[in-house]
């Protein structure tokens, strides 16, 4: 088999989406996301000008040569441009290959090991009370794991708290939009609203936190302590991660369990997280972290430590992405949670998709491939419009601080 064509297409139903389609001389064709948001012509660029031009004429087959062919052929390794890119090219193979097998993706790289993939929803509410009501709401439509996230009395705008309760897209504005930050009043008001949300769901429901990486190590030891008597899934993201290090403060204060990794992009970045047992979930995700190829790199050094998946599926990942995670996470041994954060309907119909949820859990359906395909004619009449991650400033002084 040849790769005779490749394409990129970015559209922007309801959000920007960089799809790689590749096609073959026996007539398959495979896709795959490659979507970085608010820096997707960036990876749409790397694609077209860089990759596309040696993916012609290669055996789609060889899928583990082509991987490291883009990563160590480049010269200039790792960082999310470069990996986001390998994973569209990746993506899209392990779909040729999947469908030349005539079997869902899940069968080739291994069979399942669950009988469905457990999700977790994002209730996001103005205030507590509004946020306590929309986790019972997820409760109610059949969630086992929900993300409470929660307006913060003197803040304007806080991550994870939408204008919509359905589709939160924090990707908001044609240049960056400011928010405020106090992480005083951050950390007196989080455990509250843990206290109230726990009282109100009761103990069976798995309850997940995203800090957003606004906090010190040591802020981050303080609210881990405080959150523990409601018993959280997970708490995410306290502190940034480039010095990994930096987690072993966290943990000598906290049994709260800790994710970290969605915008990690190679497993240099979470070596030292998980061979020291500093996290217990690692949130890498096949378009940032290269391919289903990479992924299971770091899903299996993982499982030598005891770390699970829970793999990163907000709405800036495709309908792509969530096909190829599914079936990767019907199959990964050392599987913790997915992220589910339902797309609108506008980006359902432009990928059409074999994934489906139940009461909780999805599974990615039994189409060859990863399941997902693309409208290109619907997405034809969605063209890409710039749109930026906001930013975050201190409230007191300004000072430009993580978002
Ligand atoms: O879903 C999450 O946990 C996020 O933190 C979402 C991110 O802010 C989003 O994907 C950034 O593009
Ligand atoms: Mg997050």
Redesign the pocket.
């Known amino acids: 088999m040849k790769i005779t064509s490749a394409k990129v297409i970015v559209c922007a139903p309801s959000r920007n989406f960089v799809t790689l389609k590749i096609e073959t001389d026996e007539g398959l064709t495979g896709i795959g996301d490659a979507t970085l ?2 820096r997707e012509l960036a990876v749409a660029s790397y694609l077209t000008d860089h990759v596309i031009p040696c993916l012609i004429g290669r055996d789609p087959q060889q899928i583990e040569d082509i991987w490291q062919y883009l990563y160590k052929g480049a010269y200039w390794r790792r960082g999310p441009v470069t990996m986001s890119a390998i994973a569209g090219v990746d993506t899209a193979l392990w779909d040729i290959k999947a469908k030349a097998a005539n079997m869902p993706l899940y069968q080739l790289l291994g069979g399942k090991s669950r009988t469905g993939v457990m999700v977790y929803g ?1 209730a996001n509410g103005k205030d507590i009370g509004h946020t306590v009501e929309e986790v019972l709401r997820y409760k109610e439509m059949g969630y086992k794991a929900i ?1 409470a996230q929660s307006g913060v009395p003197g803040l304007e705008k806080v ?2 708290v939408g204008r919509g309760t359905m589709f939160y897209e ?2 908001d504005a044609d240049l960056p939009s400011e928010h405020d930050w106090s992480t005083e009043k951050y950390l007196r008001h989080t455990p509250e609203l843990f206290d109230k949300v726990r009282a109100a769901v009761g103990p069976d429901i798995h309850l997940l936190h ?1 800090a ?1 990486h606004r906090l010190t190590p040591i802020e981050a030891g303080r609210l881990g302590k405080d959150l523990e008597p409601y018993r959280l899934f997970w708490l ?2 306290t502190t940034p991660a480039e010095n990994q290090e930096s987690f072993r403060l966290i943990r000598q204060h906290t049994t709260t369990p800790l994710a970290v990794g ?2 990690f992009n190679t497993i240099w970045d979470c070596k030292d997280l998980i061979q020291n047992q500093l996290i217990d979930y690692i ?1 890498a995700t096949v378009v940032h972290a290269g391919g289903i190829t990479h992924l299971r790199r770091i899903a299996d050094f993982a499982a030598l430590y005891q770390v699970r998946t829970g793999c ?6 495709s309908p792509v992405c969530m096909g190829a995670a599914l079936n990767f996470d019907l199959w990964v041994p050392n599987f913790g949670i997915q ?1 589910y ?1 339902r797309h609108t309907e506008e980006t359902d119909a432009v990928f059409p998709h074999a994934y489906t949820f139940k009461d909780g859990y999805m599974h990615p359906g039994e189409t060859p491939g990863h399941g997902v395909t693309i409208d290109e004619t619907l997405a034809a009449k969605y063209p890409y419009q710039r749109a930026y ?1 906001p930013v975050n400033r201190l409230q007191h002084d300004g000072t430009l601080c993580s ?1």
Do not use: F, K, S
């Open positions: 948001n608010g994002h993300r991550y994870g924090p990707a995203d957003h995410e993201d969605e915008i949130r990163h599926g907000a709405t800036d990942l992220e954060m991650l978002w």
